[in-house]
């Protein structure tokens, strides 16, 4: 196999990517344009030397998927958020589910969402300035490039986050204001990270590169939709925003947002769930056993607490709460100090008169990475009666799973169930119940 050549192939299952993946001679052949079940005759434009791994396009397709749909964005193809969206929803979540068991051998009791169309969901976003001055979009990167692809009226956020990066862009090429280019390291405006509360309050923080000759004062005094707008430097590589410090420019700083009937602030930097109307349904489901019981008890343990709404609503039924959050801000809310989980667990582990040492239900929701093997190995000693986990990586749980499971393992998994947060893409979000085995 070689660039150039054109072979045919059925696609078998879909990268995260939304490129039909196929086998061929040996290798794994992902493919733009094919669906699972579709056979194509696909041009490859890269073959791996390192690994056995192909990439082509496809030519021409001889058989088409009963969920295919032309792509409602006019950006798809240049912005890759929305790898799935030429599926249609329902056969998007009959897809995620197949994934689940053929990649994890997770099976599903459910698909859980608050919505059928999968659109407007959003309510935050992180966006990239772009091109020339006084013709900025702010998208997103296309995939592997540093060029931005433009996500003006992106059809998954939602309508208060369009409208604000609209005004946004307006007023920065009124001004006049420069894109930052990483190349050469020039310009001025880098992101803007936007959140609502989704009854019309944004909060917009503008992170640039130059701290001194800056518009973003003068942007964000022109701006009229936002609540409040905050503004940060960032002058270094990379786009990771966590440690950048933000100072408040205008209005109000926090938004607050309602969840499960329950009122969070979230500021700035605060973690949002980007789809709190369907994650409110998996905060609803993971504080519950999964028949829709809701235990109770004396000590409940809220790993990972973020904006706390899975601790308030554990205090309707546990006598005591204590939620474990490391980002200040976040801990800060919640009353706690910030601290890792890690270092949560260590105390309460190594004194067996700890008042947390026998939790009756411990809840964990994780970022991408998981709980790893540190943790997993602290909730193995900890030997819980109930731990609810709520998953935004389904490869980070499998291998969760594995230690908290297995052999040396202190928990069963009685049921898995999936939400759909963010439709059209191939995410998918779980909520996982174990049971001690003891
Ligand atoms: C997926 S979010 C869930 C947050 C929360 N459950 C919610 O829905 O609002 C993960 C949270 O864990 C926090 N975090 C990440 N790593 C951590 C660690 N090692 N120890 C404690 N908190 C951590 C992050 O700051 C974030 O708020």
């Avoid at 990439?55 to 799935?84: E, L, M, W």
């Amino acid at each position: 196999m070689k660039p150039g050549d054109t072979i045919t192939v059925c696609a078998e299952s879909l990268s995260r990517h939304g490129d039909g993946i196929a086998q061929h001679e040996g290798r794994e052949v992902h493919v733009a344009g094919l669906l699972p079940g579709e056979t194509g005759d696909v041009k490859l434009d890269y073959v791996s030397r390192q690994r056995l791994r192909a990439h082509g396009s496809v030519i021409s397709r001889r058989n088409t998927h009963a969920g295919r749909r032309p792509a409602p964005c006019k950006h798809h193809g240049r912005c890759n958020g929305c790898a799935v969206m030429e599926m249609d929803v329902p056969s998007q979540r009959e897809l995620k589910v197949s994934e689940l068991e053929a990649h994890y051998g997770l099976s599903v009791d459910r698909v859980v969402a608050s919505d059928d169309d999968g659109l407007h969901y959003r309510w935050s976003a992180k966006r990239v300035f772009a091109g020339e001055a006084r013709s900025l979009v702010l998208g997103s990167f296309m995939r592997g490039t540093h060029n931005v692809a433009d996500m003006s009226g992106c059809l998954v956020d939602h309508p208060d986050i369009t409208a604000a990066c609209e005004e946004l862009v307006a007023v920065a090429n009124d001004l006049g204001a420069a894109a930052y280019d990483e190349l050469d390291e020039s310009g001025d405006l880098r992101y803007a990270w936007l959140k609502t509360d989704g009854r019309g309050n944004v909060l917009v923080a503008i992170i640039t590169a130059d701290p001194l000759a800056t518009l973003a004062h003068r942007i964000a005094e022109r701006l009229e939709l936002p609540a409040g707008v905050a503004w940060g430097v960032h002058s270094g590589r990379g786009n990771d925003m966590r440690g950048v410090t933000i100072r408040p420019l205008r209005g109000r700083q926090t938004l607050a947002i309602e969840l499960c009937n329950e009122l969070v602030h979230v500021g700035p930097q605060g973690f949002l769930q980007p789809n709190p109307k369907t994650a409110a349904l998996a905060y609803h489901d993971l504080v519950r056993v999964p028949a829709g019981g809701f235990p109770h008890g004396r000590v409940a343990l809220d790993l990972y607490a973020g904006a706390g709404i899975t601790t308030k609503l554990m205090r309707e039924r546990f006598e005591v709460v204590v939620p474990c959050e490391s980002y200040p801000e976040s801990a800060r809310a919640l009353g706690i100090k910030p601290e890792l989980v890690e270092d949560f667990l260590a105390p309460i582990l190594a004194d067996p008169h700890h008042p947390h040492r026998s939790p009756d239900l411990v809840v964990a929701n994780p970022p991408r990475g998981g709980l790893g093997a540190e943790v997993c190995g602290q909730l193995n000693q900890l030997k819980s009666p109930r731990l609810h986990i709520m998953s935004c990586s389904p490869a980070s749980l499998h291998e969760d799973l594995q230690i908290l499971t297995g052999s040396a393992g202190a928990y069963n998994l009685i049921q898995c169930r999936a939400f759909d947060t963010l439709p059209q893409t191939a995410h998918i979000e779980l909520v996982a119940w174990l049971v001690g085995k003891g």
